[in-house]
Structure formats: C-alpha cells, structure tokens
C-alpha cells in the first residue's frame, strides 16, 4: 500500500464526542445547597424589613431636614422689552445684563451652605460635546498642541496656534456670577475646594495654563485667567465633568456664614450664559447638608418600599403557613443526598 491510499484510508478509530468528567464541567463541585423551609422565608424576609425600615426612616428624616431655596432667574433677569426676543438680548454688549432679587430666609441655614447654579434642558451628555476635549492636554504642558476631538474649537483663527484648553466643553463654560449682600455688606463666597480633588491632581497639570482661550471671534462662555494653572482652575473643573441627564446642578461656591430666619439677602445676578437660543432654564440654588448629602428623598423612600414589602411578604407566609400548612418533603430524596459522590 502506497502513501496516498495510507491517507485515504479512513481511521478505524472514531474520536469520542462523550465529555471528559470533571466535577467542575458536570456542577457537581461541593456547594451550599439550602433548603427553603417557610422558617427561613420567613426569617430572611422579616430580618429584611426590620432593618430596611428604620434605615429608610432615618434616611427620610435627614433628607428632609436639609433646607433649600430654588431661584429660577432667566426669566426674571429678562426685561419685558426683550420678552420676544431674549437671544437678541443675551448676545447684545449693549444690553445691561445685570438684575437683583431679594430673598427673605424662611428658616436658618446653619454653614457651610452650598450655591449651585442649576440647567435644565441642557444636554451635556450629548457623544461629540462630551468627546469634545483632549485630557492628555489638560494633564501635561508638552501635549498642548495635541488637539484630537476639539474641532472646531482647537486652533486660532489668524495664527493657527493650539487654544489651551481646547473644545466644546472647555469653551462653552458657565459665566454668570453671583454677588450676595445682606445689610448692605457683602457675603463671602468661597470658591476653594468646589472640585473633585482626584479631578485636580490627575486630570488638570499644575504646569498647563491657558493660551489662546475664547480669542476666536464667537466667545462661548467664561474667560480664563492665563495666569494660574488648570489644576487651579476649580470653576472649569467642576464644569469638565459632563453631567449625565439634561437637568444638573455644579457647585459655584460656599457661604461659610449662619443665615437666620427672616434675613434680607439681596442676590446681585450677572445674565451672561445664553440658555435662550435653546430654551434652557436657569436657577440658583441654596442648600444645606447632611451626613447623606443634600436633599434626596428617594433613597429613603426605596428603602421603605422594600422594607415594607418584605414585611408584607413574611406576614403573608406567616398567614399561609398557619390557616393552610403544607407538609414538607423529605429531603432525602433529593438528588445530592441520594448520591453524595457525584456522577461516575
């Protein structure tokens, strides 16, 4: 027999398709195998709901002990003459920007207070406005000519030199600003310590400052002083990091001073973000905190929620396991008890 009809020949040997045993392929590894008699139902959903509840009470009692004020103000800082036509307004450098409202404390606010200013239909989640930077740029001096995903904010118009930082995000920042006065002095605004410290020490250099910023002829937002590094920048900070929904607040400040019930605080506003060309709204808020943070009733009430139909299901199978018992099997029967080995 030559070598071609050696190949031709078919294998007397079939190669088995059965699976090589293992307790690992067949499941039979040992394990914690429970039994779910009505006692442990009943205990698990009792223990659930005895703890879930008071969590949730206590969650919904320092919710609602944070005190809040909401100020919405595009609308009030419009004036009447511009009603029909706020984008004109907003983008005018003629137009007086500037508009006050008094706000009398309803109850104390114990410091640190919180300011945010507060966007709705604003879509910073957007996938070209949230791509719309260069970290490597905002991390390191020698990259700042590394412009990838900022078009068309990346270059200068006249000399084609690299804007530092360069994008969407970056240009578009928030710039209206807020003065509080009560008894005709002012109330100090801190403005150190509103961003994320991770944020500051590994997103934002010590050694990049901004070059070329907002010197294109469409300005987008707030300016930048060239004179202090991003990583200092704690306002541009804290608006780089893109918020998930169309509705967010970001932190502007802390008034680290009590306000007590019945105070006149007069809010000076400075109306330059153009939220009208897209049918934005713009508010200000003041907020206390607690050990959960600031006001959230919803973690409290799924808590409740849970708590309580845990209990509703151990009272149910307290019920039915009373008025309607039904014998148990004998677990004997069941398959690991009758081979405690395994599959051979």
Not at 41 to 69: D, Q, R
Not at 101 to 122: C, G, R, S
Not at 246 to 273: A, H, Q, S
Request: aromatic share 12%.
């Amino acid at each position: 027999m030559d070598i071609k009809d050696e190949e031709s020949a078919p294998s007397s040997k079939k190669a088995s398709k059965k699976p090589i045993y293992t307790q690992f392929s067949q499941q039979d590894l040992p394990a914690w195998k429970p039994i779910l008699t009505p006692g442990w139902v009943i205990a698990t959903f009792s223990v659930v709901g005895i703890l879930y509840i008071p969590i949730g009470l206590l969650t919904l009692f320092a919710s609602e002990s944070v005190e809040e004020a909401i100020f919405r103000y595009d609308d009030r800082c419009l004036p009447p003459s511009y009603a029909h036509n706020a984008n004109s307004y907003i983008q005018s450098d003629d137009t007086n920007k500037t508009c006050t409202i008094k706000w009398t404390v309803e109850h104390e606010m114990e410091a640190p207070i919180y300011i945010y200013y507060q966007l709705d239909n604003y879509y910073q989640n957007h996938r070209r406005y949230v791509k719309s930077r260069n970290d490597m740029q905002l991390r390191n001096k020698a990259a700042e000519g590394d412009l990838g995903n900022c078009f068309p904010e990346d270059k200068t118009t006249d000399t084609n030199q690299p804007i530092v930082p360069c994008g969407l995000i970056a240009w578009s920042l928030f710039n209206d600003t807020y003065r509080f006065l009560t008894s005709n002095k002012d109330l100090t605004v801190n403005k150190k310590n509103i961003a994320w410290g991770s944020d500051q020490r590994s997103k934002f250099g010590s050694n990049v400052y901004p070059k070329n910023f907002q010197s294109r002829d469409l300005i987008g937002g707030a300016k930048l002083n060239e004179s202090i590094p991003l990583s200092q920048q704690e306002d541009l900070i804290v608006w780089m990091r893109s918020a998930a929904l169309p509705t967010f607040r970001k932190l502007y400040g802390k008034i680290e001073t009590d306000l007590e019930m019945n105070d006149e605080i007069e809010i000076v506003i400075e109306n330059n973000y153009n939220t009208y060309l897209f049918g934005g709204r713009k508010r200000l808020v003041f907020s206390t905190t607690t050990l959960i943070g600031g006001k959230n009733p919803f973690v409290g009430t799924a808590y409740l929620i849970v708590g309580g139909l845990s209990l509703f299901c151990a009272i149910t199978f307290i019920l039915l396991y009373v008025i309607k018992p039904r014998p148990l099997g004998d677990p004997s029967y069941l398959s690991w008890n009758r081979n405690p080995g395994g599959i051979k």
